[in-house]
């Protein structure tokens, strides 16, 4: 039976660690020039209706570096354009490819893609959520920390795509998420009622930033308008005025405290030029974990299977 990815909520916690352990595995043995060629004949379409760099590249490589083939597809090089139905799409690319990873904006498009296509769909993210994401950050706090044992993020700033899966996260492993976004931004609110009660109460919304980073380990933010927000920009950027990672803020967090961005950042936004260029924020090995994350998932659900 196929599996899909279209939200972290699709795995157990014992698979996000399984993921988490394998890509580790993984990145030691490319580091050492193992390569298993375990998408040799596979071919992986990525169709992507929203910009990328990390994502698309990060894909594109990993099939690569596995033994595989990627076929790169936008939008406008496609039926979509001309609004040829997602369900007669997924059920054409399946017959060709062996995985469809995709980038898009209503979260409804990939689960119908998922619905209809008897291969794997992954989510290369949506409005609503971004699980590779959320899990190659997993990888990065779990090296940085060693451990993903009584973990606090702080979440400062909108509550968007990549918060709902942080939350998802959350749910899942069971660590503490303290969300501090401006009244009106907040994530998900079912979503987050979920997650708060799963956790007990561990995933908790806290307007003030300086209290949700006071007891973090890790400070994590996103941009303030995301794709397909651009002309809520100026609003936004009145309401987000006290949600900066700045120096100031990162004084009120532990000493030990990392910063994480998912990139693209804004210098002078969500995030101070000082903060991000400093050895607080590994944001060029986070963004490396991308590669290894997703090697892990490709192998897992088109190569050896195994976790
Ligand atoms: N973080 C991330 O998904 O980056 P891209 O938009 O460049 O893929
Ligand atoms: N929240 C951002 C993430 C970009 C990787 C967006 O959706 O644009």
Redesign the pocket.
Known sequence: MKRDLLSILDLSAEEISGLIAKAAKMKSELAAGVLPKSLEGKIAGLVFL?????????FESAVFRLGGQAIFMTGQDTQISRHEPLSDMARVLDRYIDAIVV?TFAHSDVEELAKYASVPVIN??TDRF?P??VLADLLTVFEKRGSLENLTVAWIGDGNNVANSWMNAARRLGFSLNLACPPGYEPDSELFEHASRETNGKVRLITDPEQAVSNADVLYTDVWAS?GQEDEAKVRIQAFQRYQINSRLLSCAPSHAMVLH???AHRGEEITAEVIESPRAPVFDQ?EN?LHLQMALLDWLIGSKEL
């Open positions: 929203k910009p990328s760099t990390r994502t698309r590249i990060s980038r290369a993210l971004h590779c994401q794709m998912c990139l693209p963004a991308r």
